[in-house]
DNA sequence: CTCGATCCCTGGACGC
DNA sequence: TGCGTCCAGGGATCGA
C-alpha cells in the first residue's frame, strides 16, 4: 500500500526513466478512477518536465512542446479509445500537471510498447522513446487528474505539512491542536501529507505511543519524539524502497524492502520486539491499529460529554 | 469538530 | 475444483 516511503521510490525511478520525455499518445481503459478522463488528452504533446512528490501523490509537471501537428506514428492499434494530439486549437494556456495517486494497489512505470497490457492496466501514454507509461490498478482506488495552474494549487493547498520537513514546533503544534485520536491524526492527510497506516503504527510503537491516545494530550516531549521516530523510520524506508505488503511496485516492478523492519504492522500475536508481550490488533479510525498493550500505555477511558440533565 | 458507517473495488485467504 | 464469504484499505461522503 503506497505511502510517503512507497510514492517517493516510485518518484524516484521515474525521474531515472522518464524525465523529459514527451508524450505521443494517450490510451485509456477503464477511466472511473480520473477526475476528467477528456482532459487527458491534452497530455498528447506535452513534455514532462520534472516529477515531485506531493504527500500521497505523484505531480508530473508538463511542458507543451511546440510542434506543429502531431501525427504519432505509433501504427494503427485498436484506435476506440486512443486520442492524439490533433489541432493546435487546444495548447494549454498555463503550465499543467498530471496529479496521480496509487491508492491501495497502484503501480505507474515505462514499459516497452510490445509487452502486452496486464489484465488491469487502464491508462497508457505513448512516449517519443517508442515506451509507454502504464498506469495499473486492479482495485482502481487511485486517482489520475489533470490539472491546471491553478485548480492544481487549489488541490494542494487542502493539505497538511510534508511530515520530513515540518519542524518541531509545528510538528508539535498540529498534533497537539487536536481533539482526535493520535493514530486518526497521522493518517489526516490535513494535517500531516503521506503518512498511512503501516507508518504512522510503526511510528506510534517506536514512540511508545498508543494509538488512541488524544492528540491534545500527547506533551511536548512525546510530541517531539514522535516527529523523531516519524522521520527515521519514513527515512529509512525511503531507502530501503518501501514496504511492499501484498502490491506494492516501484516504477521498474521492483518491489520494496522495508517489511523486513516492521516491528508493530501486521505482527498481531508475535512478540514485541521490545518485550516480548504479544502485539495487538484494534480498530481505531476504522483502521486496523497493532501495538504493543504493554510497551504503548492505554489512555485512560475517555470522558464523554456529560448532560447536567437530560 | 469528531465520530462511525458506508461505499468504492478486486484479489487473496479461508471454510466447506 | 469450485464455490461463497470475509477482509484489506485511502478517501469521499453523510448523518449523528
Not at 71 to 84: I, K, Q, R
Not at 97 to 126: C, E, I, N, Y
Amino acid at each position: 500500500m503506497p505511502e510517503l516511503p512507497e510514492v517517493e521510490t516510485v518518484v524516484r525511478g521515474l525521474r531515472q526513466s522518464i524525465l523529459g520525455r514527451k508524450i505521443l499518445s494517450v490510451w485509456i481503459g477503464k477511466s472511473d478512477f480520473i477526475d476528467n478522463p477528456v482532459a487527458l488528452a491534452l497530455l498528447a504533446g506535452q513534455q514532462i518536465e520534472s516529477i515531485e512528490r506531493f504527500g500521497k501523490f505523484m505531480l508530473l509537471r508538463l511542458a507543451s512542446v511546440e510542434v506543429a501537428s502531431q501525427s504519432a506514428n505509433v501504427g494503427t492499434e485498436e484506435s476506440t479509445s486512443v486520442l492524439e494530439a490533433n489541432d493546435a486549437s487546444s495548447v494549454p494556456a498555463s503550465p499543467a500537471a498530471l496529479l496521480v495517486h496509487l491508492g491501495m494497489t497502484g503501480q505507474l512505470g515505462p514499459s516497452r510498447a510490445d509487452v502486452p497490457f496486464d489484465k488491469h492496466t487502464h491508462v497508457s501514454l505513448t512516449l517519443d522513446d517508442g515506451r509507454e507509461l502504464r498506469y495499473t490498478d486492479a482495485r482502481r482506488f487511485g486517482r489520475m487528474a489533470y490539472l491546471t495552474a491553478g485548480p492544481l494549487a487549489q488541490e494542494l493547498a487542502c493539505f497538511g505539512a510534508d511530515p520530513l520537513e515540518v519542524s518541531a514546533a509545528e510538528f508539535a503544534a498540529r498534533v497537539r491542536s487536536r481533539n482526535t485520536r493520535i493514530k486518526a491524526l497521522l493518517l489526516d492527510q490535513t494535517v500531516f501529507r503521506g503518512v498511512g497506516n503501516i507508518y504512522a503504527d510503526e511510528s506510534l510503537w517506536r514512540a511508545k505511543i498508543h494509538p488512541a491516545r488524544v492528540g491534545t494530550r500527547i506533551n511536548a516531549k512525546e510530541a517531539a519524539t514522535l516527529r523523531r521516530v516519524l522521520q527515521h523510520i519514513l527515512n529509512r524506508a525511503i531507502i530501503m524502497r518501501g514496504s511492499s505488503i501484498s502490491d506494492f511496485l516501484d516504477a521498474n516492478g521492483e518491489p520494496g524492502e522495508y517489511q523486513r523492519h516492521h516491528r508493530a504492522y501486521g505482527r498481531e500475536g508475535k512478540p514485541c520486539y521490545r518485550c516480548r508481550t504479544p502485539i495487538r490488533r484494534v480498530i481505531v479510525a476504522g483502521r486496523s491499529s497493532y501495538f504493543c498493550p504493554k510497551c504503548q500505555r492505554a489512555p485512560r477511558i475517555r470522558k464523554h460529554k456529560r448532560r447536567q440533565r437530560s
